[in-house]
């Protein structure tokens, strides 16, 4: 199925899948909602637009770095008059020396994933050209984690997803090794490998400011075994090797 890559990696990210109240988890991977959401903004749409077409698009997910999971003890509010203070649960009002309202936000840091997309060519084509000229900024889970750098990284590819198996990865090479295993999570069920399923509720139906719906699906989690040389390092090493490898991409 024709796609293009796309490469999220930043000092922090964070993929919220049940996140609720003042426990901010995030999941291993990019989510569904996140990547639709992501493509959402760079084609500029607001809140409540329609989004069956991005539905309808193939994710692949290549684990180059998975990260540490980091989490931050985050306060709001404190030191407001105390008619500005959040309602208790009762519905009274806090005194202003108990204000602050405690949260525990977890994140992936030093993450990195390679995303294949895959999906109708007139809707790709739609897609490249957004991300090549954004309408609004891209954010990884969170508005505070912006994109360590450019996010598309592959077009016109034939197979997508297969194209992550000799894409080059962004992480260096241990000595001494042959080859690499990374994990690829699928929004489909795979053709080879016996996946790891888990059910999540994230594939959306609407991001509307009061309408917020999300459907359940199964994500498949297989590994990959590639050879250690596709380890290209970090930085302008990784850059340079993304460059080469969009020159076989050209020249093929």
Sequence with gaps: MPGILIHLCAPLQSFGEHSAFTERDTHPRPTRSALIGLLAAALGRRRGAE????????????????????????TVGGGMPRERTVPSANGTRKKEETATVVTKRHYLSDAAFTVAIDGEPGLLDTVTAALRALRWPLYLGRRACPPAGAVLVATGLEDAAAALATFPLHRPRTYGTKTVVVDVAHDQPPDVGHPARHQLMDNPVSFGEYERQWEARTEYVTTLTMPAELCAGLGTDWIDAVITARGREAAA
Excluded: K, N
Aim: glycine fraction near 4%.
């Design 51 to 74: 989004l069956s077409d991005l539905r309808s698009l193939r994710f692949t997910i290549r684990a180059d770095r998975p990260g540490v999971r980091l989490v931050d003890f985050h």
